[in-house]
């Protein structure tokens, strides 16, 4: 999304609340009768970026003579910033709010085949001025940049919290019976067919991603927050009770997507493969009473290396990382041990591995782990096995 929304911010900010000047003589509160403030929804396309979909704000003013509509995104990023995917990974990425015309947000998804959906808001004269005013206060230069959290505070949350922050008392949502997915099931069940993707992800997602979630954690899906809203109600405090959203459109068809197909060879095959390889190289050790040093390097190198960024994300700002049961397996140890290893010198790696491993295993019944890695833990027992016979 955002090598276009760059590229319209200019005119968009020329638009941005023109109602306020050609409007100057009117009461604010009457003339926002006449502006329609609505949630969008967006569904996904193959970016890796949009995999989850998007939602923003649409604020239509349809006075006669003067008819002005935009688009509030809080979802625009420079992929282009210097070390965005390693500050992306450690939760230091900044987004910021955008303001683009209606049409040309719509058309950008139309191109990849999205629908976009419109919940336009049964909002009252004088709470689309406070939402009015929220936003305009939100876009102000030392207001629109933000700390991005994927699950937290995100493109769905923000335009979830200023709507709530407008009505005049609260939004009261109707509670989905044994709707309780995890983190990490919301995120497999919108990008299954993106395996290596969801590798990373599962590698990166600790134990906290695996717990159940509630209702408000669940709205960082922009899919979520529109069924929530189309069964939310505003309450003004005495009782009364009205529908949150009055009308819902769709101004983007869904259109054909190209779905890009994954890498054929899947994390799950290369996972067996090694497995097959190492039983191949174990028999063979078995035979020669020897072992091979240089597959000994090979699996440390493998899992030390990757073992150092699960290590440093422990310290990541991302609330769901720091508590990473992959880590009894990935982790910096192996390196440490490598130069024993190297010089075939008597070493405690190999018990130590074998306490990981079982320490592993035993931790995918608390945490989901990333596919392949149990086979993958399994070879590593072969491992074990053979040092522990021939050093006998």
């Keep these: 999304m955002g090598h276009f929304i760059k590229t319209i911010y200019v005119i968009a900010i020329g638009l941005l609340f023109q109602s306020n000047v050609k409007a100057e003589t009117i009461d604010p509160v009457v003339y926002m009768d006449s502006v329609e403030f609505s949630l969008i929804t967006c569904s996904p396309h193959e970016e890796i970026y949009s995999l989850y979909g998007h939602s923003a704000l649409r604020v239509h003013d349809l006075h006669q003579g003067h008819e002005e509509d935009v688009s509030f995104n809080w979802g625009v990023f420079n992929y282009h910033t210097p070390y965005f995917v390693p500050r992306f990974i450690f939760g230091l990425t900044d987004y910021e709010l955008g303001i683009a015309p209606f049409q040309a947000f719509c058309k950008y998804y139309q191109h990849w085949g999205s629908a976009v959906m419109e919940q336009v808001l049964d909002l009252t004269s004088e709470e689309k001025l406070k939402l009015h005013l929220a ?8 207001n629109r940049v933000y700390r991005y959290n994927y699950f937290y505070d995100n493109c769905s949350t923000r335009p979830r919290d200023i709507v709530e922050r407008s009505v005049n008392g609260s939004v009261v949502y109707e509670e989905r019976n044994g709707y309780e997915p995890t983190f990490r099931e919301i995120v497999h069940e919108n990008a299954a067919h993106h395996r290596w993707t969801l590798f990373g992800i599962d590698m990166l997602l600790g134990l ?30 005495s009782g009364n009770l009205r529908p949150l959203v009055k009308e819902r459109r769709m101004p983007v068809n ?19 493969g090694l497995l097959i390889l190492s039983l191949a190289l174990f028999l063979l050790e078995w035979r020669r009473r020897k072992t091979f040093k240089l597959w000994d390097v090979a699996l440390m190198v493998f899992l030390g290396l990757p073992g150092c960024v699960l290590t440093l994300m422990l310290f990541s700002q991302h609330p769901t990382t720091n508590l990473n049961l992959e880590l009894l397996l990935v982790n910096p140890v192996h390196l440490f041990f490598l130069p024993a290893v190297l010089r075939r010198r008597k070493t405690r790696y190999w018990p130590l591995l074998a306490v990981m491993v079982v320490l592993y295993m035993l931790g995918a019944f608390f945490q989901h782990y990333a596919e392949g890695m149990l086979i993958l833990a399994s070879s590593l027992l072969l491992r074990i096995w053979i040092h522990y016979k021939n050093e006998k």
């Design 135 to 142: 936003l305009k206060e939100n876009y102000m230069p030392q």
């Design 208 to 237: 906290k991603a695996d717990l159940k979630t509630t209702r408000v954690e669940q709205e960082f899906l922009p899919a979520n927050l529109l069924y929530d809203f189309d069964h939310a109600q505003i309450s003004d405090g």
């Design 254 to 272: 869904p259109g054909v997507q190209v779905v890009e197909s994954d890498v054929a060879i899947t994390p799950t095959v290369c996972a067996i």
